[in-house]
Nanobody, 126 residues
Framework: QVQLVDSGGGLVQVGGSLRLSCAAA????????LGWFRQAPGKEREFVAT???????YYTDSVKGRFTISRDNAKNTVHLQMNSLKSEDTAVYYC????????????????????WGQGTQVTVSS
């Protein structure tokens, strides 16, 4: 059983940056794929980024070049560095841990993940 704790959200202006973090409060990530998803008001939760234990990653098109996902396997943490934020990035962000390993591009669906953080609010204001 893995318990995830998200943190790092907040209010930022358009063009600003935030760094989200997710730690395993219980259990460990092992070599499993980790991901970030987000849910904007009135919308379904959507994929943002995913990373394998080797460091290979995959992003949704709307965040490519602006967001960077990273992980520290020794510390059981995963981060999402978000730069050049836009108003449309406003959402609750969730980290997630899969029970398996594989190519990151295969882990864009929620049903690939078993464990979820509680979410952290990111609000980008203009």
């Amino acid at each position: 059983q893995v318990q995830l704790v998200d943190s790092g959200g907040g209010l930022v202006q358009v063009g600003g940056s935030l760094r989200l973090s997710c730690a395993a409060a219980r259990g460990s990530f092992g070599t499993n794929v980790l991901g970030w998803f987000r849910q904007a008001p009135g919308k379904e939760r959507e994929f943002v980024a995913t990373i394998r234990s080797t460091g290979s990653s995959y992003y949704t098109d709307s965040v490519k070049g602006r967001f960077t996902i990273s992980r520290d396997n020794a510390k059981n943490t995963v981060h999402l560095q978000m730069n050049s934020l836009k108003s449309e990035d406003t959402a609750v962000y969730y980290c997630a841990a899969s029970p398996s390993d594989g190519a990151p591009s295969y882990y864009t669906s929620e049903n690939r993940y078993r464990y979820w953080g509680q979410g952290t609010q990111v609000t980008v204001s203009s």
